[in-house]
């Protein structure tokens, strides 16, 4: 797994590089110090995941989230950031995030981000996974009222798969994925793409049964 790390504080960026390059199948393949070598960075080397600092002097991460997400959209992002209201990661999320983890984190913990970022699915620390963020939309119950494909669609959605994923996986166009997610969102009342992901994701981590 190829890594680019990007964080504005060469002590930070080195501590990093030396807990990744622990980890196994982990190569840390290049660094950047702000938005914009981060992008440029990305498209030299390729990386599977982008390791992201939201802060840093000129250009934020957000802003290069939306490069490199239109850039490389087979490359993962996960951010990591000081900030921990959500508010900040649901932004994140809006912009094509596959994580988000405080840097007050454990070791272990960007770890399990990273993996979960490479295997499709959206990681969040524990300290921004709070009943704010993911507060139950307001028609949950007509989940059941979806039809198979629309249903299949959402959970898609819900383990952090992209409409060009999952259109890939089921054999159909990107525009047909985005036609059955206006009417997902028609229909369970969600107000815009992020109340979208919000519902799916909690269901794709509620308990079966």
């Not at 059941?144 to 299949?152: I, M, N, S």
């Amino acid at each position: 797994m190829r890594v680019l790390i990007c964080d504005d504080h060469t002590l930070v960026r080195a501590g990093l590089r030396r807990l990744l390059e622990s980890f196994a199948d982990i190569e840390v393949v290049a660094e950047a110090a702000n938005a914009d070598q981060a992008v440029v960075g990305s498209r030299q080397h390729r990386p599977d995941i982008v390791l992201l600092d939201l802060s840093m002097p000129g250009r934020s991460g957000f802003e290069a989230l939306v490069e490199l997400r239109r850039d490389h959209p087979d490359c993962r992002v996960v951010v990591m950031s000081m900030h921990d209201d959500p508010t900040h990661v649901r932004e994140a999320l809006a912009r094509g995030a596959n994580g988000f983890v405080v840097k007050e984190a454990a070791p272990a913990e960007l770890e399990i981000a990273i993996r979960a970022a490479a295997a499709g699915r959206t990681y969040l620390s524990p300290q921004v996974s709070a009943p704010q963020l993911f507060a139950r939309p307001r028609s949950e119950e007509g989940v059941d009222a979806l039809p198979p494909r629309q249903r299949e669609i959402l959970a898609a959605l819900g383990a952090g798969r992209t409409s060009k994923q999952i259109a890939a996986d089921l054999g159909i166009s990107v525009k047909t994925v985005e036609t059955h997610r206006a009417r997902i969102m028609a229909t369970l009342g969600c107000r815009n793409a992020i109340e979208l992901l919000r519902m799916a994701m909690r269901l794709h981590d509620r308990p079966a049964g």
